[in-house]
């Protein structure tokens, strides 16, 4: 049983019996904490495997140990981690993989392990890297074919690009509007990220359906707009549907109200412009929409760089500096930093450079026409289940639900046969991200004959122990959810322990 999965029984264990309101009861709370407590130990052996067999370091060691014998040891934990994602057997995850580029990315990381952007004046081609990451990554998503100069920055992923562009608008708002109370319109399928930039800023949310594709609903985005509103957000595509909202329409309900828009590219950013021109269709969502005035893409998604950057992009320099950091008091002396942090890894920035300066415009092409390639059987397979039914018209982040299958047991099913997969809700439903690693001989027939076998075996036994299907009911009852929250605060507690 996955990890993933084990928590989710267990948190369903914990969920059915109490509900938020009762646990401010002291003897529930009590009852709730001891329950907590014999979870995390039923965790702790698949979630610590190493323990009793591998050196643990609680507190430094008297003395240095050899580097040969720390390599050999490293070595060996190492050959022990599965190598599932090798074989396709994720969705997402790893979107290359393949051990000539990593090997590259590796040689690259070793020459540059010392550099820290932070430093310009040590390490100057840290930040030629950056320079020249941001200006391909702009160039792809319309820069060029408008009038307005693209700018941007290096960050560490699409979290940090996205908290730093929210940041960014709830700044410029107040500066030039004197908005004090910022609002942020943001559809369902938006990445959680917007919602920790909403937590972590103070920006309130104004939520927005979907339409029956799984895109924002232009109507309701009109209908949120008010003097508060500092910025709409739009996905290309969202990630729990690889849906491309109607970003033309959005964003011009933007510029009309004098207001930032952002399009979400973590996930297509490296992946749309390709498939644009590879014929496919796509709807507008870069900056060649008037309205766009910031986008996020993640280098270290389908930009195959190693995982640690992304780009994000703004229509102005204006609106960049309200991103920026600076200090002129400090004691320390003159400080500025671009991003959230201060010293970055400038070896991730030349492994990022390197592998979109190998790859090219060719070999971004040639991968994304795998891929959208395996999409294809993917989508025809799962439409051919008749219990499966494919939510709106992905092109390669493929969710599926079921009218008459616990579609939560398939996965457990699928799990059993090795696969991880995406489980997402409201609805319900599970996706694969199709990555380079199931273009490869072989893997999308496994997909889909798996698939298969899991359906017939749900339909034969609907009544099978399911893992997901009650945690997912129970995150559904808005009475469970502190209690959830609590569990998985409680799971990221034991993550640190040694
Ligand atoms: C659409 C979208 N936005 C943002 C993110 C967040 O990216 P990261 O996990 O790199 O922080 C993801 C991650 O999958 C995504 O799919």
Same mark, same amino acid.
């Given at each position: 049983?996955?990890?993933?999965?084990?928590?989710?029984? @267990?948190?369903?264990?914990?969920?059915?019996?109490?509900?938020?309101?009762?646990?401010?009861?002291?003897?529930?709370?009590?009852?709730?904490?001891?329950?907590?407590?014999?979870?995390?130990?039923? #965790?702790?052996?698949?979630?610590?495997?190493?323990?009793?067999?591998?050196?643990?370091?609680?507190?430094?060691?008297?003395?240095?140990?050899?580097?040969?014998? &720390?390599?050999?040891?490293?070595?060996?934990?190492?050959?022990?981690?599965? $190598?599932?994602?090798?074989?396709?057997?994720?969705?997402?995850?790893?979107?290359?993989?393949?051990?000539?580029?990593? !090997?590259?990315?590796?040689?690259?990381?070793?020459?540059?392990?010392?550099?820290?952007?932070?430093?310009?004046?040590?390490?100057?081609?840290?930040?030629?890297?950056?320079? !020249?990451?941001?200006?391909?990554?702009?160039?792809?998503?319309?820069?060029?074919?408008?009038?307005?100069?693209?700018?941007?920055?290096?960050?560490?992923?699409?979290?940090?690009?996205? @908290?730093?562009?929210?940041?960014?608008?709830?700044?410029?708002?107040?500066?030039?509007?004197?908005?004090?109370?910022?609002?942020?319109?943001?559809? &369902?399928?938006?990445?959680? $990220?917007?919602?920790? $930039?909403?937590?972590?800023?103070?920006?309130?949310?104004?939520?927005?359906?979907?339409?029956?594709?799984?895109?924002?609903?232009?109507?309701?985005?009109?209908?949120?707009?008010?003097?508060?509103?500092?910025?709409?957000?739009?996905?290309?595509?969202?990630?729990?549907?690889?849906?491309?909202?109607?970003?033309?329409?959005?964003?011009?309900? $933007?510029?009309?109200?004098?207001?930032?828009?952002?399009?979400?590219?973590?996930?297509?950013?490296?992946?749309?412009?390709?498939?644009?021109?590879?014929?496919?269709?796509?709807?507008?969502?870069?900056?060649?929409?008037?309205?766009?005035?910031?986008?996020?893409?993640?280098?270290?998604?389908?930009?195959?760089?190693?995982?640690?950057?992304?780009? &994000?992009?703004?229509?102005?320099?204006?609106?960049?500096?309200?991103?920026?950091?600076?200090?002129?008091?400090?004691?320390?002396?003159?400080?500025?930093?671009?991003?959230?942090?201060?010293?970055?890894?400038?070896?991730?920035?030349?492994?990022?450079?390197?592998?979109?300066?190998?790859?090219?415009?060719?070999?971004?092409?040639?991968?994304?026409?795998?891929?959208?390639?395996?999409?294809?059987?993917?989508?025809?397979?799962?439409?051919?289940?008749?219990?499966?039914? &494919? #939510?709106?018209?992905?092109?390669?982040?493929?969710?599926?639900?079921?009218?008459?299958?616990?579609?939560?047991?398939?996965?457990?099913?699928?799990?059993?046969?090795?696969?991880?997969?995406?489980?997402?809700?409201?609805?319900?439903?599970?996706?694969?991200?199709?990555?380079?690693?199931?273009?490869?001989?072989?893997?999308? !027939?496994?997909?889909?004959?798996?698939?298969?076998?899991?359906?017939?075996?749900?339909?034969?036994?609907?009544?099978?122990?399911?893992?997901?299907?009650?945690?997912?009911?129970?995150?559904?009852?808005?009475?469970?959810?502190?209690?959830?929250?609590?569990?998985?605060?409680?799971?990221?507690?034991?993550?640190?322990?040694?």
């Amino acid at each position: 049983m996955s990890i993933k999965s084990k928590l989710s029984n @267990l948190t369903s264990r914990a969920v059915g019996r109490v509900a938020d309101k009762a646990v401010t009861l002291p003897g529930v709370k009590q009852r709730v904490a001891k329950e907590f407590d014999a979870m995390m130990a039923e #965790l702790e052996p698949s979630l610590k495997p190493y323990r009793g067999e591998f050196s643990s370091y609680p507190t430094l060691p008297k003395d240095g140990r050899p580097r040969d014998d &720390i390599l050999q040891e490293m070595a060996a934990l190492q050959a022990r981690e599965e $190598a599932k994602w090798e074989e396709g057997y994720a969705s997402g995850a790893v979107y290359h993989g393949d051990p000539a580029h990593i !090997e590259f990315l590796n040689q690259v990381y070793a020459l540059h392990s010392q550099s820290n952007p932070l430093h310009a004046d040590l390490w100057p081609s840290a930040n030629k890297f950056e320079a !020249e990451i941001v200006a391909m990554t702009a160039h792809m998503l319309g820069a060029g074919q408008t009038d307005d100069e693209i700018v941007g920055t290096v960050s560490s992923g699409g979290t940090e690009s996205i @908290l730093l562009a929210m940041k960014t608008y709830r700044d410029w708002a107040r500066a030039t509007k004197g908005i004090t109370q910022p609002e942020m319109i943001l559809p &369902i399928s938006a990445h959680v $990220a917007f919602e920790k $930039a909403a937590q972590y800023f103070n920006i309130k949310i104004v939520p927005i359906p979907l339409d029956e594709n799984y895109r924002a609903d232009v109507t309701a985005v009109s209908q949120a707009i008010t003097p508060n509103s500092i910025v709409i957000v739009g996905s290309a595509p969202s990630f729990p549907h690889g849906a491309i909202d109607p970003i033309a329409e959005m964003a011009a309900l $933007a510029q009309k109200a004098g207001i930032g828009f952002h399009t979400d590219g973590c996930l297509g950013g490296f992946i749309l412009p390709w498939a644009e021109k590879l014929g496919y269709s796509v709807p507008p969502f870069d900056f060649r929409v008037p309205g766009v005035t910031s986008m996020s893409a993640d280098t270290h998604k389908y930009g195959y760089a190693a995982k640690g950057t992304s780009v &994000i992009l703004y229509r102005t320099r204006e609106l960049r500096h309200y991103q920026y950091y600076t200090a002129s008091d400090w004691p320390g002396g003159l400080y500025f930093s671009p991003t959230f942090a201060g010293s970055r890894p400038g070896a991730l920035s030349a492994a990022c450079w390197a592998a979109m300066v190998s790859l090219g415009e060719k070999g971004y092409m040639e991968a994304t026409g795998r891929i959208l390639e395996t999409a294809v059987t993917l989508k025809q397979g799962i439409a051919a289940i008749p219990e499966l039914r &494919i #939510l709106g018209d992905p092109l390669w982040v493929i969710a599926f639900a079921s009218d008459t299958l616990d579609i939560y047991k398939v996965m457990d099913v699928m799990a059993q046969k090795g696969w991880s997969l995406n489980g997402l809700h409201k609805p319900a439903c599970v996706h694969i991200a199709v990555t380079l690693r199931h273009t490869r001989p072989g893997v999308a !027939e496994r997909f889909l004959h798996d698939l298969q076998e899991a359906v017939a075996a749900v339909k034969a036994n609907p009544q099978m122990k399911g893992e997901m299907a009650p945690v997912y009911g129970m995150a559904a009852t808005i009475s469970a959810r502190g209690v959830v929250n609590e569990l998985l605060k409680r799971y990221m507690d034991l993550l640190y322990e040694i």
